[in-house]
């Protein structure tokens, strides 16, 4: 009997053993979640100034020019587009990257103003920061408005705006699960997608996102607790 052919057997078999094994420490190993963004890192726990303010710069008191100055030294930002008045609209804006690609923001003015009205930050498809996150460090928001439910265009997706009395608001994109009945559910692990910053007054943040009067009340209520909503 040719015992070479049974070692070469054995040997085989157990190469598909340790092949196996090394497939499945691939298959479940558990890939290390990206860092925040040093931006984001900062304005969690120890940022320049609190809401509405962002990096020194207040809505409804900097004026656009001295924020595209004060930006030009923040070390994660790189302007890109310097405020100019648009003839079309009369508002002025600034906008900028962030280091990390796929983030930026902008502050913009109301029409034929000078100030600024509303700051937004953008979080990119590969940062996971979390309302829970948000909520450590800013508290609870006082309102949600579920201002924006598209229905099939977006996969049955709704804009979700967590407001804060301070001048903030946190925007989320979640499933529409009541079928365009602006029903969703708001977990703690629901990824931020957008920040906004806006003045302290009644209307102010009505009008950062550009609703009517007659529209924004419509799906506002009072934040309640994670879970379903309305």
Known sequence: ?????????????????????????????T???EPLSSWIQKWLNDPSCQPPCWEHLVPG?????????????????????????????????????????????????????????????MISDTQRLTIEQVFSSYGFPSDILLYDCRGEITAKACAVHLIYKNGMALELL???????????????NSKVERIWFF???????????????????QYLVAWRDFGPYP
């Open 1 to 29: 009997m040719d015992m070479s052919f049974y070692r070469r057997g054995l040997i085989f078999i157990l190469y598909i053993v340790l092949l196996s094994s090394c497939s499945n420490i691939t298959i479940f190993s």
């Open 174 to 188: 979640l499933p529409d699960e009541g079928k365009n009945t602006h029903e969703v559910t708001i977990q703690k």
């Open 61 to 121: 008191e900097t004026n656009i020019q001295d924020g595209a100055e004060i930006l030009s030294h923040v070390s994660d930002v790189k302007i890109t587009w310097y405020p100019t008045t648009n003839p079309g609209t009369g508002y002025q804006q600034v906008m900028w990257d962030f280091v990390n690609p796929g983030e930026g923001g902008a502050a913009t003015t109301e029409k034929n103003g000078q100030e600024i009205a509303t700051i937004s930050l």
């Open 199 to 217: 003045p302290l007054s009644d209307n102010s943040y009505g009008e950062a996102i550009g609703m009517n009067s007659g529209y924004f009340p």
């Open 31 to 33: 890939p290390t979640p």
